[in-house]
């Protein structure tokens, strides 16, 4: 029996186990879709290849299993910034893209272009599979090298002739691997006589700090990681830009190893003997390792899981080429360590709670905002009407960093929730709804709500239709100031004249655009009104949106970036 090129993809993503794909339905994915079908693979269609790619890369990073974004030649192009936003996060996404037939390539085929070649500087691999008996090795390959060491999107490009064209059912089984099915990846355990060197510098130690970072999250090692920072009471950071490790309301946890959005980090790397950089990277986020983010008397170790990360660590006085799970594990199974630094623990959760005081009596009042609620008031008001169980979904600029404010503040005070998504390191706006959907779909019981900057939603809130036509409610609040806000503020501070130019949006109803669609819209525009609102859109059941009239406020990293005078841990 033959069967399509198409049906032997789906069959070799089903025995990897592959429990979403995503796409927009073209005629390209028709013999695939058939495949999907068969094995009992769902698909959702996307109102474009780019929100497909987006829903992909949310649901990788809420399952830590790769699901799948399929598209057409003509879709490749669309799906590039959802590549690029994937690659940023290290989500193992799987895109599979059409391609013009493998017969005429070179002589400018239908929709022909070098998708392998635009591909491969966003993606781990990037390869064109030539032959359809290779299609089950091309997906094995792609999947192992995607999920295996640094984790990252990976791009399978397909010739629409070997797509439709057939070959025996067979093909692939009588050469090894003969087990096709998912592998948990190889993880890379603590060279012994490096680790000690660790150890004891750690022993040594009177005022060490963990950064957690991207790795620590694809190795399933949060937990340890809080209990690490339980038992040896050592303070534990955030890379900003990332996947929430633990959660805000953690007594471990501090805040985000960022000097401007959480000022009490500085305070900590400032008078840190020893930082521990655990599955995170010494990029422009940290200042590449450098002074005056990490001081030069600091002795600054990186334990990393693979050897693509310690590359981009060279800056670290000491490397470590472990799994961070290994690692946190060989900490908390160190008598030592228990409670070693319980003073310096203390005094960084003094400044905490410090800084949370400060923040909140630092926020304008009604007089001084005109009566229009304050960004950071906003955020911390949205999560008054969240649960322990609900999703928190940020995307935007100014909206995005006054969140992350507001989601520290809270958590400092006892709000727990069910997790935290936000862009990645790209900072691209127009994820938010595509994240909140996948958040939904992960957990269906569970409320999701996206707090989006106006320009955040009119970059991706296209998107949204999948929410209604998926039956996958989500509550969308909008941060309406009224204009790309955040770039406004840096144009103020650097054009001659004081002024912003092409920032400003007109006045958007985004509440009936909801209506409109069959959900539910509130406009809310005085501040007590708010919570309300919130608990209103939730208990509709449907896709709703409130739309929050608010007064744009220059966030602290912003403020930070537009200053030439302040060397910040970002460049």
Not at 168 to 185: C, G, I, K, L
Not at 224 to 235: F, K, N, R, T
Request: with cysteine; proline share 6%.
């Amino acid at each position: 029996m033959k069967i399509r090129g198409g049906m032997l993809l789906a069959r070799a993503l089903q025995q990897k186990g592959v429990k979403q794909v995503f796409t927009l339905s073209g005629g390209f994915c028709n013999p695939a879709l058939e495949g999907l079908m068969e094995c009992g693979i769902p698909v959702i269609n996307a109102p474009h290849e780019q929100v497909a790619g987006h829903l992909a890369d949310g649901y990788t990073r809420i399952t830590r299993h790769p699901a799948v974004c399929l598209v057409g030649p003509e879709g490749f192009a669309n799906a590039v910034p959802a590549m690029m936003e994937a690659w940023g996060e290290r989500s193992p996404i799987i895109f599979v893209t059409g391609s013009s037939t493998l017969k005429r390539q070179g002589a400018g085929g239908f929709k022909e272009i070098d998708d392998v070649a635009i591909a491969a500087p966003l993606t781990k691999y990037s390869a064109q599979i030539t032959d359809g008996e290779r299609i089950p090795e091309f997906v094995d390959r792609a999947f192992k090298i995607a999920t295996g060491g640094y984790p990252g999107p990976v791009h399978l490009s397909l010739p629409v002739d070997i797509m439709f064209s057939s070959f025996e059912e067979s093909v692939a089984q009588e050469e090894r691997p003969f087990d096709h099915a998912y592998q948990t990846p190889p993880r890379a355990f603590p060279d012994p006589q490096q680790l000690q060197k660790i150890m004891a510098a750690l022993e040594n130690a009177e005022r060490p700090i963990l950064i957690g970072g991207h790795g620590v999250w694809w190795s399933q090692a949060e937990q340890l990681m809080e209990q690490v920072g339980h038992q040896c009471a050592i303070p534990v950071f955030n890379v900003p830009y990332h996947q929430k490790l633990l959660g805000e309301e953690s007594h471990a946890y501090m805040g985000l190893a960022d000097v401007h959005q959480y000022t009490p980090s500085k305070a900590a790397i400032d008078e840190s003997d020893l930082v521990l950089m655990v599955g995170a990277r010494l990029d422009n986020q940290m200042n590449f390792g450098n002074p005056p983010l990490f001081p030069s008397t600091t002795h600054l170790v990186c334990i990393n899981g693979s050897h693509e990360e310690l590359e981009m660590n060279r800056s670290a006085d000491t490397i470590l080429l472990s799994d961070p799970g290994a690692f946190l594990k060989t900490l908390l199974d160190h008598p030592p360590l228990k409670r070693r630094f319980q003073s310096w623990f203390d005094l960084n959760r003094e400044r905490r709670g410090q800084w949370v005081e400060k923040t909140v009596a630092d926020v304008p009042d009604l007089a001084e905002t005109g009566g229009q609620i304050h960004p950071l008031n906003l955020a911390l008001d949205v999560q008054k009407a969240l649960n322990d169980r609900d999703w928190l979904v940020i995307d935007g600029g100014n909206t995005h960093f006054w969140s992350e404010i507001a989601v520290n503040i809270a958590g400092y005070q006892g709000q727990k929730l069910g997790n935290i998504l936000h862009p990645g390191t790209f900072s691209m706006l127009g994820v938010g709804v595509s994240f909140a959907i996948t958040a939904k779909m992960v957990n269906p019981t569970d409320n999701v709500v996206l707090i989006s900057g106006d320009g955040a939603f009119l970059s991706g809130g296209l998107s949204v239709e999948a929410a209604f036509q998926e039956n996958l409610p989500i509550v969308v609040i909008i941060d309406n100031n009224g204009g790309l806000d955040c770039i406004s503020q840096q144009q103020e501070r650097l054009f001659t004249s004081g002024t912003h130019f092409a920032t400003d949006f007109r006045d958007i109803p985004f509440h009936a655009m909801f209506e409109g669609l069959g959900g539910y819209g509130e406009l809310v525009e005085n501040p007590e009104d708010l919570v309300p609102a919130v608990k209103r859109a939730i208990a509709s059941g449907k896709t709703a949106c409130v739309n929050v009239k608010t007064k744009g406020y220059i966030s602290p990293i912003v403020l930070a970036t537009t200053s030439k005078r302040d060397k910040a841990s970002i460049e």
